[in-house]
């Protein structure tokens, strides 16, 4: 073509990136992968291989090894094996291979950025522009926690041997996101790519060996979702960090349940887009094309639902419409392309199925009027108007280029719509109002809150879901948390800890004339004592078998007033901490003010000595003073990440609550799980213990008196296990915590699937409750709370 010629029309040129290297790469293995087990290639067991395709030319680029469970096991036994010595050569050593990792990925970022190209589909600007310098970031950050390990962190100490499961739609970003943390403190990992894109983990393969990365500390193995679960199921993987669909997360959770190990899920999204009425929409629409097109939408936190407010809602699809006709789409080496192809068949179909369902279901349809290439897997980016907010095309995560539009007319109705999801990953939210921003972005459930910006991410600021999007975070202080745990927890007993020195006399201690046998409390919900639904009571006896008086025995019915009642009270979440604080005092002064009355309780259910049971109350007053006076200051932080950003990390609460409290020291037991809870804002409905129950219902007279708001604390007595079921199914309760035997543990994780609720168990373990360390602190306002990073950017 003629200068003159492209003068004339100003269209786009071919810009071919050069796949030299990339080739040379592949040949170099005779384009044939093997694992990566022990620093080693090795051949795959079965000897079974399966081919990778480029998606936007279909052809084959390799073939890769298919792992099964023997090649598992070898990696497993290698990373145990590498493990002893990885922890042994320390945190600045582990730190110079992590840098050393670093400046290697920098040097080959040209080589990286095409091969993810060429396996993934994605454009090649977005590779080299976006995924591989946040690879190479991840790695020179992590070298930092790496050296600050046994300094900042010492009351941590590693996990052990680390199962990693990634998905296709950013290779090695997801591989740096797991890999940068769980090394960096000390664990050994496997890691098993997505069967559509293993290259680059294989290219990265090689720059361990470069580095002289000591053997079996990082095991890539390739192969299906079956080389996955056998990664899963066994017993020497002391966690699972998994990123990939809400469908398979469950299925992780369920195979993991009460084995005791750790897991964090980053799973789906359907995340809201909120355009308000005074945004500059043409910012707007260019966050719009990289919430939505960024990587053809097949992003966790695609930007899939735009919200707008009704009365710029027509002007704002019209600019859109503009803008997409615009967009070009092809070759994803092709350095001028906004869109590149979708990473394979089997992901087409869906995206064309679900479309045809949202032109079934009567929304309007509007494409660009050019058409894909059709060399390659290419969908053209779409907008879907008059959406019905229940319509699957607004619930259902499409995971393609496809946006879907909704309009609101207030605030409220915005905030009522964003959260109609089952979802909870990110938000993007639009207004000159900074104010308005502000206001909006804690309403939203979800663990990222983008201001003004979208899809913008740094290894300085954690990234992860509320609700079904998942659990744990990756990247910054709170990515690291996920690769360590609470050195205390070595000293927890196999037997639950219980304090029962017998009264020197032998009596049942000293009963009040309030504690009168024969009585039988009712259970407390909404601010109310409540009677059973059901009708029953329960016997309780004395440690010595003697009859001490009755408690309700509390069903399904039960579980269910109390949740509503936790629902309806807003009033708790919203104070500040200094609020809370004030009320936590309180509940302190009023239960020094009944200090004997409630040891008396004590020693009478569990025949200890007067001073024993004494002790644990001075230790509740105590431990509640510990909590009002943390409630303003386990506050969060202002990270420090690349952009031109204030990320704000907010310590939100996690709604409403289930608390099975331990059976172990009744009065202490209850106070040091509810109390941290509340603290941080949740409405909690309380299983208190089974046997010794009546710390608890006494205390409910205590909340009271003493300001706590109804709906805040909820009390239902009766079969532990029994009530701890129908919290951890109940669809409305957020997060559990179980504090009883193995078994209850096991079913509370598996139940607690359905709607991938956060729960704290105890696997069988027992704290001493007495003991300041092992009773109390900041790991329970930990679990008490999820983090939610605020990115606002800022500069005119
Ligand atoms: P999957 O959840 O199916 O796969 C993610 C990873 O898990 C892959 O490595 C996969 O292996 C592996 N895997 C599959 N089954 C199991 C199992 N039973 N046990 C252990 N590991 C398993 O996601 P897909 O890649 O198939 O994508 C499908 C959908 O997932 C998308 O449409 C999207 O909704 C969602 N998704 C979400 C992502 C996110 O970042 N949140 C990223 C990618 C997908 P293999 O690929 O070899 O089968």
């Known amino acids: 073509m003629e200068i003159k010629e492209i003068y004339e029309t100003m269209t786009y040129g071919p810009a071919p990136e050069n796949a030299g ?44 090894s298919d792992a099964d469970e023997n090649d598992v096991n070898k990696a497993v036994a290698a990373a145990k094996k590498a493990l002893p010595e990885w922890i042994k050569i320390g ?30 589909g994605k454009p090649i600007r977005e590779t080299r522009d976006i995924d591989i310098p946040i690879v190479a970031r991840h790695f020179y950050h992590h070298a930092g926690w790496a050296q600050l390990r046994d300094t900042n962190l010492k009351d941590y100490k590693e996990i052990g041997v680390i199962g990693q499961i990634i998905p296709w739609n950013f290779p090695l970003m997801m591989l740096s996101w797991k890999i940068a ?143 997409m006709e615009s967009l070009r789409i092809g070759n994803a080496l092709d350095k001028s392309i906004d869109i590149g192809a979708i990473v394979a068949p089997v992901q087409l179909k869906v995206i064309e199925e679900l479309v045809q369902l949202g032109v079934d279901e009567g929304s309007t349809l509007w ?54 999801t089952r979802y909870g990953l990110a938000c993007s939210i639009w207004t000159e109002n900074i104010n308005l921003a502000l206001d909006i972005a804690p309403q939203i459930k979800a663990g990222t809150a983008w201001i003004n910006c979208t899809n913008v991410f740094d290894a300085a600021a954690g990234f992860g879901g509320y609700r079904e999007s ?152 105590e431990r509640i003073y510990t909590y009002a006076a943390l409630a303003d200051k386990y506050d969060g932080k202002v990270h420090h990440t690349i952009h031109r950003n204030v990320t704000l990390a907010m310590p939100e609460s996690m709604g409403v609550m289930g608390i099975v409290c331990p059976d172990e020291s009744p009065l202490i037991g209850f106070i040091s799980t509810v109390i941290p809870a509340i603290t941080m804002g949740n409405n909690v409905i309380v299983v208190p213990s089974e046997k010794l129950p009546f710390s608890a219902t006494d205390f409910y007279q205590i909340l009271e008196t003493s300001d706590v708001p109804a709906g805040t604390v909820n009390i239902i007595t009766g079969d532990k296990d029994e009530l701890a079921q129908v919290l951890a199914k109940h669809d409305d309760v957020d997060s559990i915590w179980y504090f009883g035997n193995k078994k209850g543990c096991k079913d509370i994780e598996l139940l607690s699937a359905d709607n991938m609720k956060r729960t704290w168990v105890n696997y069988g373990k027992y704290r001493n409750w007495l003991d300041i360390e092992q009773g109390e602190g900041e790991v329970f306002l930990k679990h008490a709370s999820q983090i939610k990073n605020i990115w606002i950017p800022y500069g005119a």
């Open 367 to 420: 494409q660009p009027s050019w058409s894909c290439p059709t060399e390659g897997y290419f969908y053209p980016p779409t907008l879907f108007t008059d959406v019905s907010p229940s319509s699957a095309i607004a619930q259902e995560e499409i995971f393609g280029p496809v946006l879907v539009a909704m309009s609101f007319r207030t605030h409220k109705e915005a905030v009522k719509l964003a959260n109609n």
């Open 470 to 621: 998942g659990f744990g975070r990756e990247g910054g202080i709170e990515g690291i948390m996920e690769y360590l745990k609470p050195r205390i927890e070595e000293s927890f007993s196999d037997k639950p800890v219980t304090k029962r020195t017998n009264n020197s006399n032998g009596s049942t201690g000293q009963l009040q004339p309030s504690l009168g046998i024969d009585r039988t409390t009712k259970m407390y919900i909404g601010g109310k004592q409540a009677r059973p639904d059901g009708g029953y009571s329960m016997v309780i006896n004395s440690s010595k078998g003697e009859y001490i008086g009755e408690v309700s025995k509390g069903n399904r019915k039960d579980i269910r007033n109390a949740v509503e009642a936790a629902h309806a009270n807003t009033n708790w979440a919203n104070r500040t901490g200094h609020a809370r604080a004030q009320v936590l005092y309180y509940l302190a002064e009023n239960l020094a003010i009944r200090r004997e009355e409630f040891a008396s309780r004590i020693v009478q259910m569990t025949n200890q000595s007067n001073a024993d049971a004494l002790q644990e109350v001075d230790l509740s007053i």
């Open 181 to 323: 943390p769980a090394i960096a403190m000390g664990n050994t990992i496997i890691l098993k790519p997505a069967e559509f894109t293993s290259l680059t983990a294989l290219l990265f393969a090689e720059i361990c060996q470069q580095i002289g990365l000591p053997n079996g500390v990082v095991n890539i193995i390739t192969g299906h979702g079956k080389t996955g679960a056998a990664m899963v199921d066994h017993k020497d993987v002391n966690k699972i960090a998994f990123t990939g669909s809400t469908e398979v997360g469950k299925i992780i959770r369920r195979a993991t349940a009460g084995t005791g190990k750790k897991l964090s899920l980053e799973l789906g999204g359907k995340s809201p887009f909120i355009v308000f009425e005074d945004a500059d929409l043409d910012s707007v629409v260019e966050g719009v094309v990289d919430a939505i097109w960024f990587n053809q939408g097949q992003v966790c936190c695609a930007g899939s639902r735009l919200l707008v407010q009704e009365s710029i809602a027509d002007k704002l699809y019209k600019k859109i419409r503009t803008r």
């Open 21 to 64: 290297e990339a080739i040379q790469f592949l040949e170099s293995h005779n384009k044939s992968f093997n694992l990566f087990i022990n620093g080693k290639w090795e051949a795959p067991s079965s000897g079974e291989y399966f081919d990778s395709i480029n998606p936007s030319t279909k052809e084959k680029l390799a073939k890769i």
């Open 91 to 120: 945190p600045h050593q582990r730190a110079r291979y992590l840098y050393a990792l670093a400046r290697q990925i920098q040097k080959h970022s040209r080589l990286f950025a095409v091969l993810e190209s060429m396996d993934n």
